[in-house]
DNA sequence: CTGTATCCGTGTTGATACTG
DNA sequence: CAGTATCAACACGGATACAG
C-alpha cells in the first residue's frame, strides 16, 4: 500500500519523497502568497486535471505541507494553505527558479501571477537598486500585490494598491514580456498600463536582471 | 515527439522540466563531488535500473547539464560529469536537502558517501566550529574524502588522506548515526574507526546540528 | 567488465465526464 | 464550486539479452 519511495537516508531524496511528485512544486507555488481556493490553483495551472489535483492536496496535507482551512462564514469557502515549514520551501523554489533561469533552452511562457511576484523576489537585485524607495502597486486580474523597495530590499505581497509611487495594470504576461524579455513598455501598452512617475518606472523595470545563458554543450539538439 | 513538459514561464517550472523526472536530481547528487561511472552511479542508487539511468543521462546531456568525457589511456573509461552550470545545482540541492531535514517523517536510511558529504557541506554550522582549524580525512570504500575547517567554514571533497588531524574509516552510515542519530562513536566502532585526537573527534562531531522537526499536523496518519 | 537495447507487468498520470 | 469516477496512455522498474 505505500508508495514508491527512494529509499534514501539523504534529505534531499526525502525531499523528493515527499514534493518530487508531478505538480507537487507549482501546486505549492501558488500557496506561497497565501491560501488558494481549489479552483484558483486550477486556474493559474491550466494543465493540472481535477483528480491530480485532489490526490497532491492531501498527500501535502498528510506531509504536514499544506492545511486545509474553512473560511468563517459568510464565505464558508474551503481554502488550502502552507503550514510555517511549508512556507519555508520558498527559499528552495527560488533556489530552483535561479538555476533554471540559466538554462540554455529556457523559453518564455505564460505565467501565474504568484509566478510573477516570485520571480521579483528572486531576481531583485540590490546593486540596482541602490538607495532607490519607492512602493509600486501590481493589480492583476482580480488580484493586487504591493511592493517595497528600500535599503537594497524588495519585499513583494499581496496588498492594497492605493497611495502607491506606480502602478502596473493589466495582464502580468506582458509585464514579464518587458522585465525579461526587452519589450519596451509602450510595445504592450494594450495589454498593461503604467502609471506613475516615469522615471521611477523605468528604474523599476531595470531592478530584475537575468544571469547569462549557460552554454549549449549538447549541439545535436 | 515532445516529453510532458510544464508550458509554464516559471522558471521553477522549466527547472522541473529539465531535472523534475524520477532519479534526475539523485543522479546528479552522485556527480557534484566529480565525475563518475555510469556502474558507480548505480552502486550509489541501488532503486534504479540500468535503462531509466541511460534515459536520465540522455536527458541530462541533451540539456547541458551533464557531459560524456571519455578518460585517457591507459583508462579509456568513459565517465559522466557535471557542466559547469550543471555543477551550480548543488546550492539547489543543499535548499531542498536543508528544507527536508525538518519533515517530521523523515526517517533515517543508508546514505552513499557523496550524500554523507553533502550533508556535512549543508549542515555546517559556523557557529559550532568557531576558529576551529582541522584537517580531516574521510575513508569510505575505495573513496577518500578530504574536509578542511577554518576560519568559520568547511571544504569537503575527494582528496587524499595521508596528513590529517583525525581519520574517519570505514562504513559512512555509521557516521551518519553518529553525527546526526545521536550514537556515541563508541557503539558503531566495529563499522567506523576514529582515529586522531579525541578531543578533536569530540568537537567535529557537533559541529552539523539538525534543525527542529516542523510539527506534525496531520495527527491521523 | 561497461554500458545499451528490448520486452513486459504494474502503477501513476491525465482527459473526460459526472455528482453533491 | 469542489471534487469523484472511469479509462487510456505512459513511465517506471525488473529481467534479460546484446555490443564493445
Redesign the pocket.
Known amino acids: 500500500m505505500?508508495?514508491?519511495a527512494?529509499s534514501d537516508g539523504c534529505a534531499a531524496a526525502h525531499a523528493l519523497d515527499l514534493i518530487g511528485?508531478?505538480?507537487?512544486i507549482p501546486v505549492m507555488r501558488e500557496m506561497l502568497l497565501g491560501a488558494r481556493?481549489?479552483?484558483?490553483i486550477?486556474t493559474a495551472l491550466p494543465?493540472?486535471?481535477?483528480?491530480?489535483?485532489?490526490?497532491?492536496?492531501?498527500e501535502l496535507e498528510a506531509a504536514s505541507i499544506v492545511q486545509?482551512r474553512k473560511l468563517p462564514p459568510p464565505a464558508s469557502?474551503?481554502?488550502?494553505e502552507l503550514t510555517q515549514w511549508g512556507l519555508e520551501s520558498e527559499g528552495l523554489i527560488k533556489a530552483l527558479g535561479r538555476w533554471a533561469s540559466r538554462s540554455p533552452h529556457k523559453e518564455p511562457g505564460p505565467m501565474s501571477p504568484v509566478s510573477v511576484i516570485l520571480s521579483m523576489r528572486t531576481m531583485f537585485s540590490a546593486d540596482r537598486a541602490g538607495d532607490m524607495r519607492a512602493t509600486i502597486g501590481l493589480h492583476f486580474g482580480p488580484e493586487t500585490y504591493r511592493a517595497e523597495i528600500a535599503g537594497g530590499a524588495i519585499t513583494v505581497d499581496r496588498g492594497e494598491i492605493d497611495d502607491v509611487d506606480a502602478l502596473f495594470s493589466g495582464d502580468q504576461n506582458a509585464l514579464i514580456a518587458s522585465l525579461y524579455g526587452g519589450v519596451p513598455l509602450g510595445d504592450v501598452s494594450d495589454r498593461l498600463t503604467a502609471t506613475g512617475n516615469p522615471d521611477l518606472i523605468d528604474h523599476f523595470m531595470h531592478l530584475f536582471p537575468l544571469p547569462p545563458a549557460a552554454p549549449d554543450l549538447h549541439k545535436a539538439q
Do not use: M
Open positions: 505505500k508508495k514508491r527512494y511528485d508531478r505538480w507537487a481556493r481549489f479552483s484558483d486550477r494543465g493540472l486535471s481535477a483528480n491530480v489535483l485532489t490526490q497532491r492536496l492531501e486545509r469557502v474551503q481554502v488550502y
